[in-house]
């Protein structure tokens, strides 16, 4: 079992940063592929990043350039740095981790869910 919380959300302006963490119990979470995801009023949960166990990441065709993930094995936690945010990037984010060895681009490839954090982009 592998509990997820996230921090770091809020709200704000257009062209600023924001940086997500993710703190996982446990000390198996260097065997979790990591990922983030979020999901805007009306819309589906979409993948924003990914990072496997052995380090590789996948980012979204809109975030690509823009936000960074990383992990922290010795800390149990997984980042996502948000640079250049825009509206558009407003919604809830997740952190999940997945008992996998690569990354998933699905929210079915992951296992276990944060409760989310709100990130708020005004223009």
């Known amino acids: 079992q592998v509990q997820l919380v996230e921090s770091g959300g809020g709200l704000v302006q257009a062209g600023g940063s924001l940086r997500l963490s993710c703190a996982a119990s446990?000390?198996?979470?260097?065997?979790?592929?990591m990922g983030w995801f979020r999901q805007a009023p009306g819309k589906e949960r979409e993948i924003v990043a990914a990072i496997a166990r052995m380090g590789s990441t996948y980012y979204a065709h809109s975030v690509k350039g823009r936000f960074t993930i990383s992990r922290d094995n010795a800390k149990n936690t997984v980042y996502l740095q948000m640079d250049s945010l825009k509206p558009e990037d407003t919604a809830v984010y997740y952190c999940?981790?997945?008992?996998?060895?690569?990354?998933?681009?699905?929210?079915?490839?992951?296992?276990?869910w944060g409760q989310g954090t709100q990130v708020t982009v005004s223009s």
């Open positions: 446990g000390r198996t979470f260097s065997s979790y592929a």
């Open positions: 999940a981790a997945g008992a996998t060895r690569y990354y998933s681009e699905y929210p079915s490839g992951y296992d276990y």
